[in-house]
């Protein structure tokens, strides 16, 4: 009977029956001590007009849940022209999420990959706060590896990333690449003779 009772929790809601033991998992890679280390930076980089958080993951989430701190914090990392132009406290649930969508979009233009990206719900429904962690480490890793002057707070609380990471194409590249292969498979299907021969098979013989 209690066993019952249980499934019937885990499957409340639109959630899926196995969703009570994932979300333990993903808690579980939440770092409380990140959590204070993040907020150090954060303030610092803010400056005093953010106010701490409460301690602990619900704290954490209901800080940054309003996107105020995140675009306060994007914005600490440009000089001059600032991505987000209008931050507004909100207790609408729309006007939150977008901004929190407005940081997102401003930190992948900043630089950290799509990869280390939070999802909105990740943060404003509680859904994986490690994501978020993720994202600020991101960020702040990129911030102290930058060295443009606008990086507040102790350089060693970030790693700097390493120039190898040049791996990390662009978007543009990433498109050249797939329009190359998009006209390689397109001679291939176009299948006359002449088409498969010409190109690449020829230049590996001459080596």
Do not use: H
Not at 103 to 128: C, H, P
Not at 136 to 143: D, H, V
Not at 172 to 197: C, F, H, R, Y
């Amino acid at each position: 009977m209690a066993a019952q009772q249980g499934a019937g929790m885990a499957n409340k809601g639109p959630s899926y029956g196995m969703s009570r033991q994932v979300q333990d998992k993903i808690d579980k890679k939440y770092d409380p001590e990140l959590e204070v280390m993040l907020v150090e930076w954060i303030v610092a980089q803010c400056g005093s007009g953010v106010a701490r958080p409460e301690e602990g993951k619900l704290g954490f989430q209901a800080w940054l849940k309003d996107g105020c701190v995140l675009c306060e914090l994007i914005n600490s990392l440009y000089d001059g022209d600032k991505p987000v132009k209008k931050i507004q406290s909100s207790p609408m649930a729309f006007k939150q999420m977008e901004q929190i969508s407005q940081f997102l979009s401003s930190a992948e233009r900043y630089g950290v990959t799509k990869t280390d990206m939070f999802q909105t719900v990740d943060l404003w429904e509680g859904k994986d706060l490690a994501a978020v962690q993720r994202t600020l480490m991101a960020l702040g890793s990129l911030a102290v590896t930058k060295e443009d002057g606008t990086y507040r707070g102790d350089p060693n609380w970030f790693f700097k990333k390493a120039q190898e990471n040049r791996r990390d194409f662009s978007d543009d590249q990433l498109k050249e690449g797939k329009n190359v292969i998009g006209l390689q498979m397109g001679t291939n299907k176009g299948a006359s003779q002449q088409g498969m021969s010409y190109g690449r098979p020829r230049q590996i013989l001459n080596n």
